[in-house]
């Protein structure tokens, strides 16, 4: 039922050019003393990145500790490491600084710092969650996983292979800072593939069995925004670029503001699947898979799927049947992927010997699966796969 919800939103969100600038004033007014742990990959520590949020950090006479060894998809590896580091410096924050993994590395750590236990016991749920002992900020330098606004995280287990997904009202960050200086140097490629994960986050919350009325605009606006300047933001220069970029970062907020409230579905199981087997950067595996899980549920609800489709500018024929809405918007999701450069599963190194248990991973990720209005099938997928192999 559309009217029938719970909302909250987990994070205070601070929009403004240069907003890292002020983290440390942040951390000192909701109550950080000692030491703050940044959490980010090398290579955002060796772009100089961390600079004005050291300083902030400095400025309000707190200690700000480096761990710069986040990896794609957060393994856990490195957020046992992390977790080590901030008991052993007993910090009093934890600030996530990168895109999606760091955040989630980060949002682990936090979670942890104050638990006995292995983290993936908590990601399993034998561990139980329970309110955070330390504060947790959350600055993003992509446009796309809105991780900063949700309470959600994702840890990798490689001997799985799997993605374990926590939730949980503890794992949201107190403080969002959106700042689109961050992402100046954010390459066209993960621009696009950043910002279709977030169009893919709001196309999914929509579509999904949960749902409702509060997190609608916020759904429709991002995948407005997101159409409207991810072009832009791919063929513009200098200030132009930078507004362009900025509303991406806004759009991709928003996009986690709408479905930490409902979850995720398709789209969402099989880019897992297609992250694990294939290595494949989880914007745009998530871009490829979209199509499938907005066409797979036209039948059951064809005027959602319709009204993603009038967002893409698809024109529909009067008396359209559910099945054409969703041939129709899948072909449309499929050229807007190609004119950002997201093309096919081989363009990222997929092969057709990984179609199957790319497909046996997403009809068995019980969370995602579960939400969608139809689940998948194995060899529908597959199908599906190899036509945009
Ligand atoms: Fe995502």
Same mark, same amino acid.
């Given at each position: 039922m559309l009217t029938q919800f719970s909302f909250h939103a987990p994070s205070f969100v601070l929009a403004e050019r240069n907003g890292c600038a002020k983290t440390g004033g942040l951390l000192k007014s909701y109550g950080a003393a000692g030491n703050v742990l940044l959490?980010? +990959?090398?290579?955002?520590? %060796?772009?100089?990145?961390?600079?004005?949020?050291?300083?902030?950090?400095?400025?309000?006479? $707190?200690? =700000?500790?480096?761990?710069?060894?986040?990896?794609?998809?957060?393994?856990? %590896?490195?957020?046992? %490491?992390?977790?080590?580091?901030?008991?052993? #410096?007993?910090?009093?924050?934890?600030?996530?600084?990168? +895109?999606?993994?760091?955040?989630?590395?980060?949002?682990?750590?936090?979670?942890?710092?104050? $638990? %006995?236990?292995?983290?993936? #016991?908590?990601?399993?749920?034998?561990?139980?969650?329970? =309110?955070?002992?330390?504060?947790?900020?959350?600055?993003?330098?992509?446009?796309?996983?809105?991780? #900063?606004?949700?309470?959600? +995280?994702?840890?990798?287990?490689?001997?799985?292979?799997?993605?374990?997904?926590?939730a949980n009202p503890f794992a949201g960050p107190d403080v969002a800072i959106l700042d689109p200086l961050l992402l100046r140097s954010l390459s066209p490629q993960m621009i696009a593939a950043t910002a279709m994960d977030a169009f893919s986050h709001s196309a999914e919350a929509y579509t999904c069995r949960g749902a409702n009325v509060m997190m609608e605009p916020l759904a429709?606006?991002?995948?407005?925004?997101?159409?409207?300047?991810?072009?832009?933001? @791919?063929?513009?220069?200098?200030?132009?670029?930078?507004?362009?970029?900025?509303? @991406?970062?806004?759009?991709?907020?928003?996009?986690?503001?709408?479905?930490?409230?409902? +979850?995720?579905?398709?789209?969402?199981?099989?880019?897992?699947?297609?992250?694990?087997?294939?290595?494949?950067?989880?914007?745009?595996?998530?871009?490829?898979? $979209?199509?499938?899980? @907005?066409?797979?549920?036209?039948?059951?609800?064809?005027?959602?799927?319709?009204t993603v489709g009038e967002l893409l500018g698809v024109t529909f024929p009067s008396g359209c049947a559910a099945s054409e809405i969703g041939r129709l918007v899948g072909e449309e999701l499929l050229r807007f992927n190609r004119s950002v450069g997201i093309n096919s599963l081989s363009q990222y190194g997929v092969t057709e010997d990984m179609l199957d248990a790319i497909a046996e991973y997403a009809v068995h990720e019980e969370g995602t699966q579960g939400n969608a209005y139809r689940p998948s099938h194995k060899e529908e997928l597959v199908a599906y796969l190899r036509g945009i192999m």
């Open positions: 959490v980010c +990959g090398s290579k955002t520590s %060796e772009l100089g990145l961390l600079v004005p949020v050291i300083d902030s950090i400095r400025a309000e006479g $707190l200690k =700000p500790v480096v761990f710069d060894k986040s990896q794609p998809d957060a393994p856990v %590896e490195v957020v046992r %490491e992390g977790i080590r580091i901030a008991q052993k #410096e007993g910090v009093s924050a934890v600030v996530a600084f990168g +895109g999606g993994s760091a955040m989630d590395t980060a949002k682990a750590i936090a979670c942890m710092v104050h $638990l %006995e236990g292995d983290v993936l #016991e908590y990601c399993r749920g034998s561990l139980a969650p329970s =309110p955070r002992k330390c504060l947790l900020f959350a600055i993003p330098t992509t446009c796309g996983t809105g991780s #900063e606004a949700t309470d959600i +995280g994702v840890v990798l287990d490689r001997h799985g292979p799997y993605k374990y997904i926590f429709l606006c991002s995948m407005r925004d997101i159409l409207t300047f991810l072009p832009k933001a @791919l063929a513009a220069a200098d200030e132009e670029r930078l507004d362009a970029v900025e509303r @991406l970062l806004i759009a991709s907020c928003m996009a986690g503001q709408a479905f930490t409230q409902v +979850g995720l579905h398709l789209g969402h199981a099989i880019a897992h699947g297609i992250g694990v087997h294939g290595h494949v950067h989880h914007g745009a595996a998530c871009a490829l898979a $979209l199509p499938y899980a @907005l066409a797979s549920v036209s039948g059951e609800i064809p005027n959602r799927i319709r």
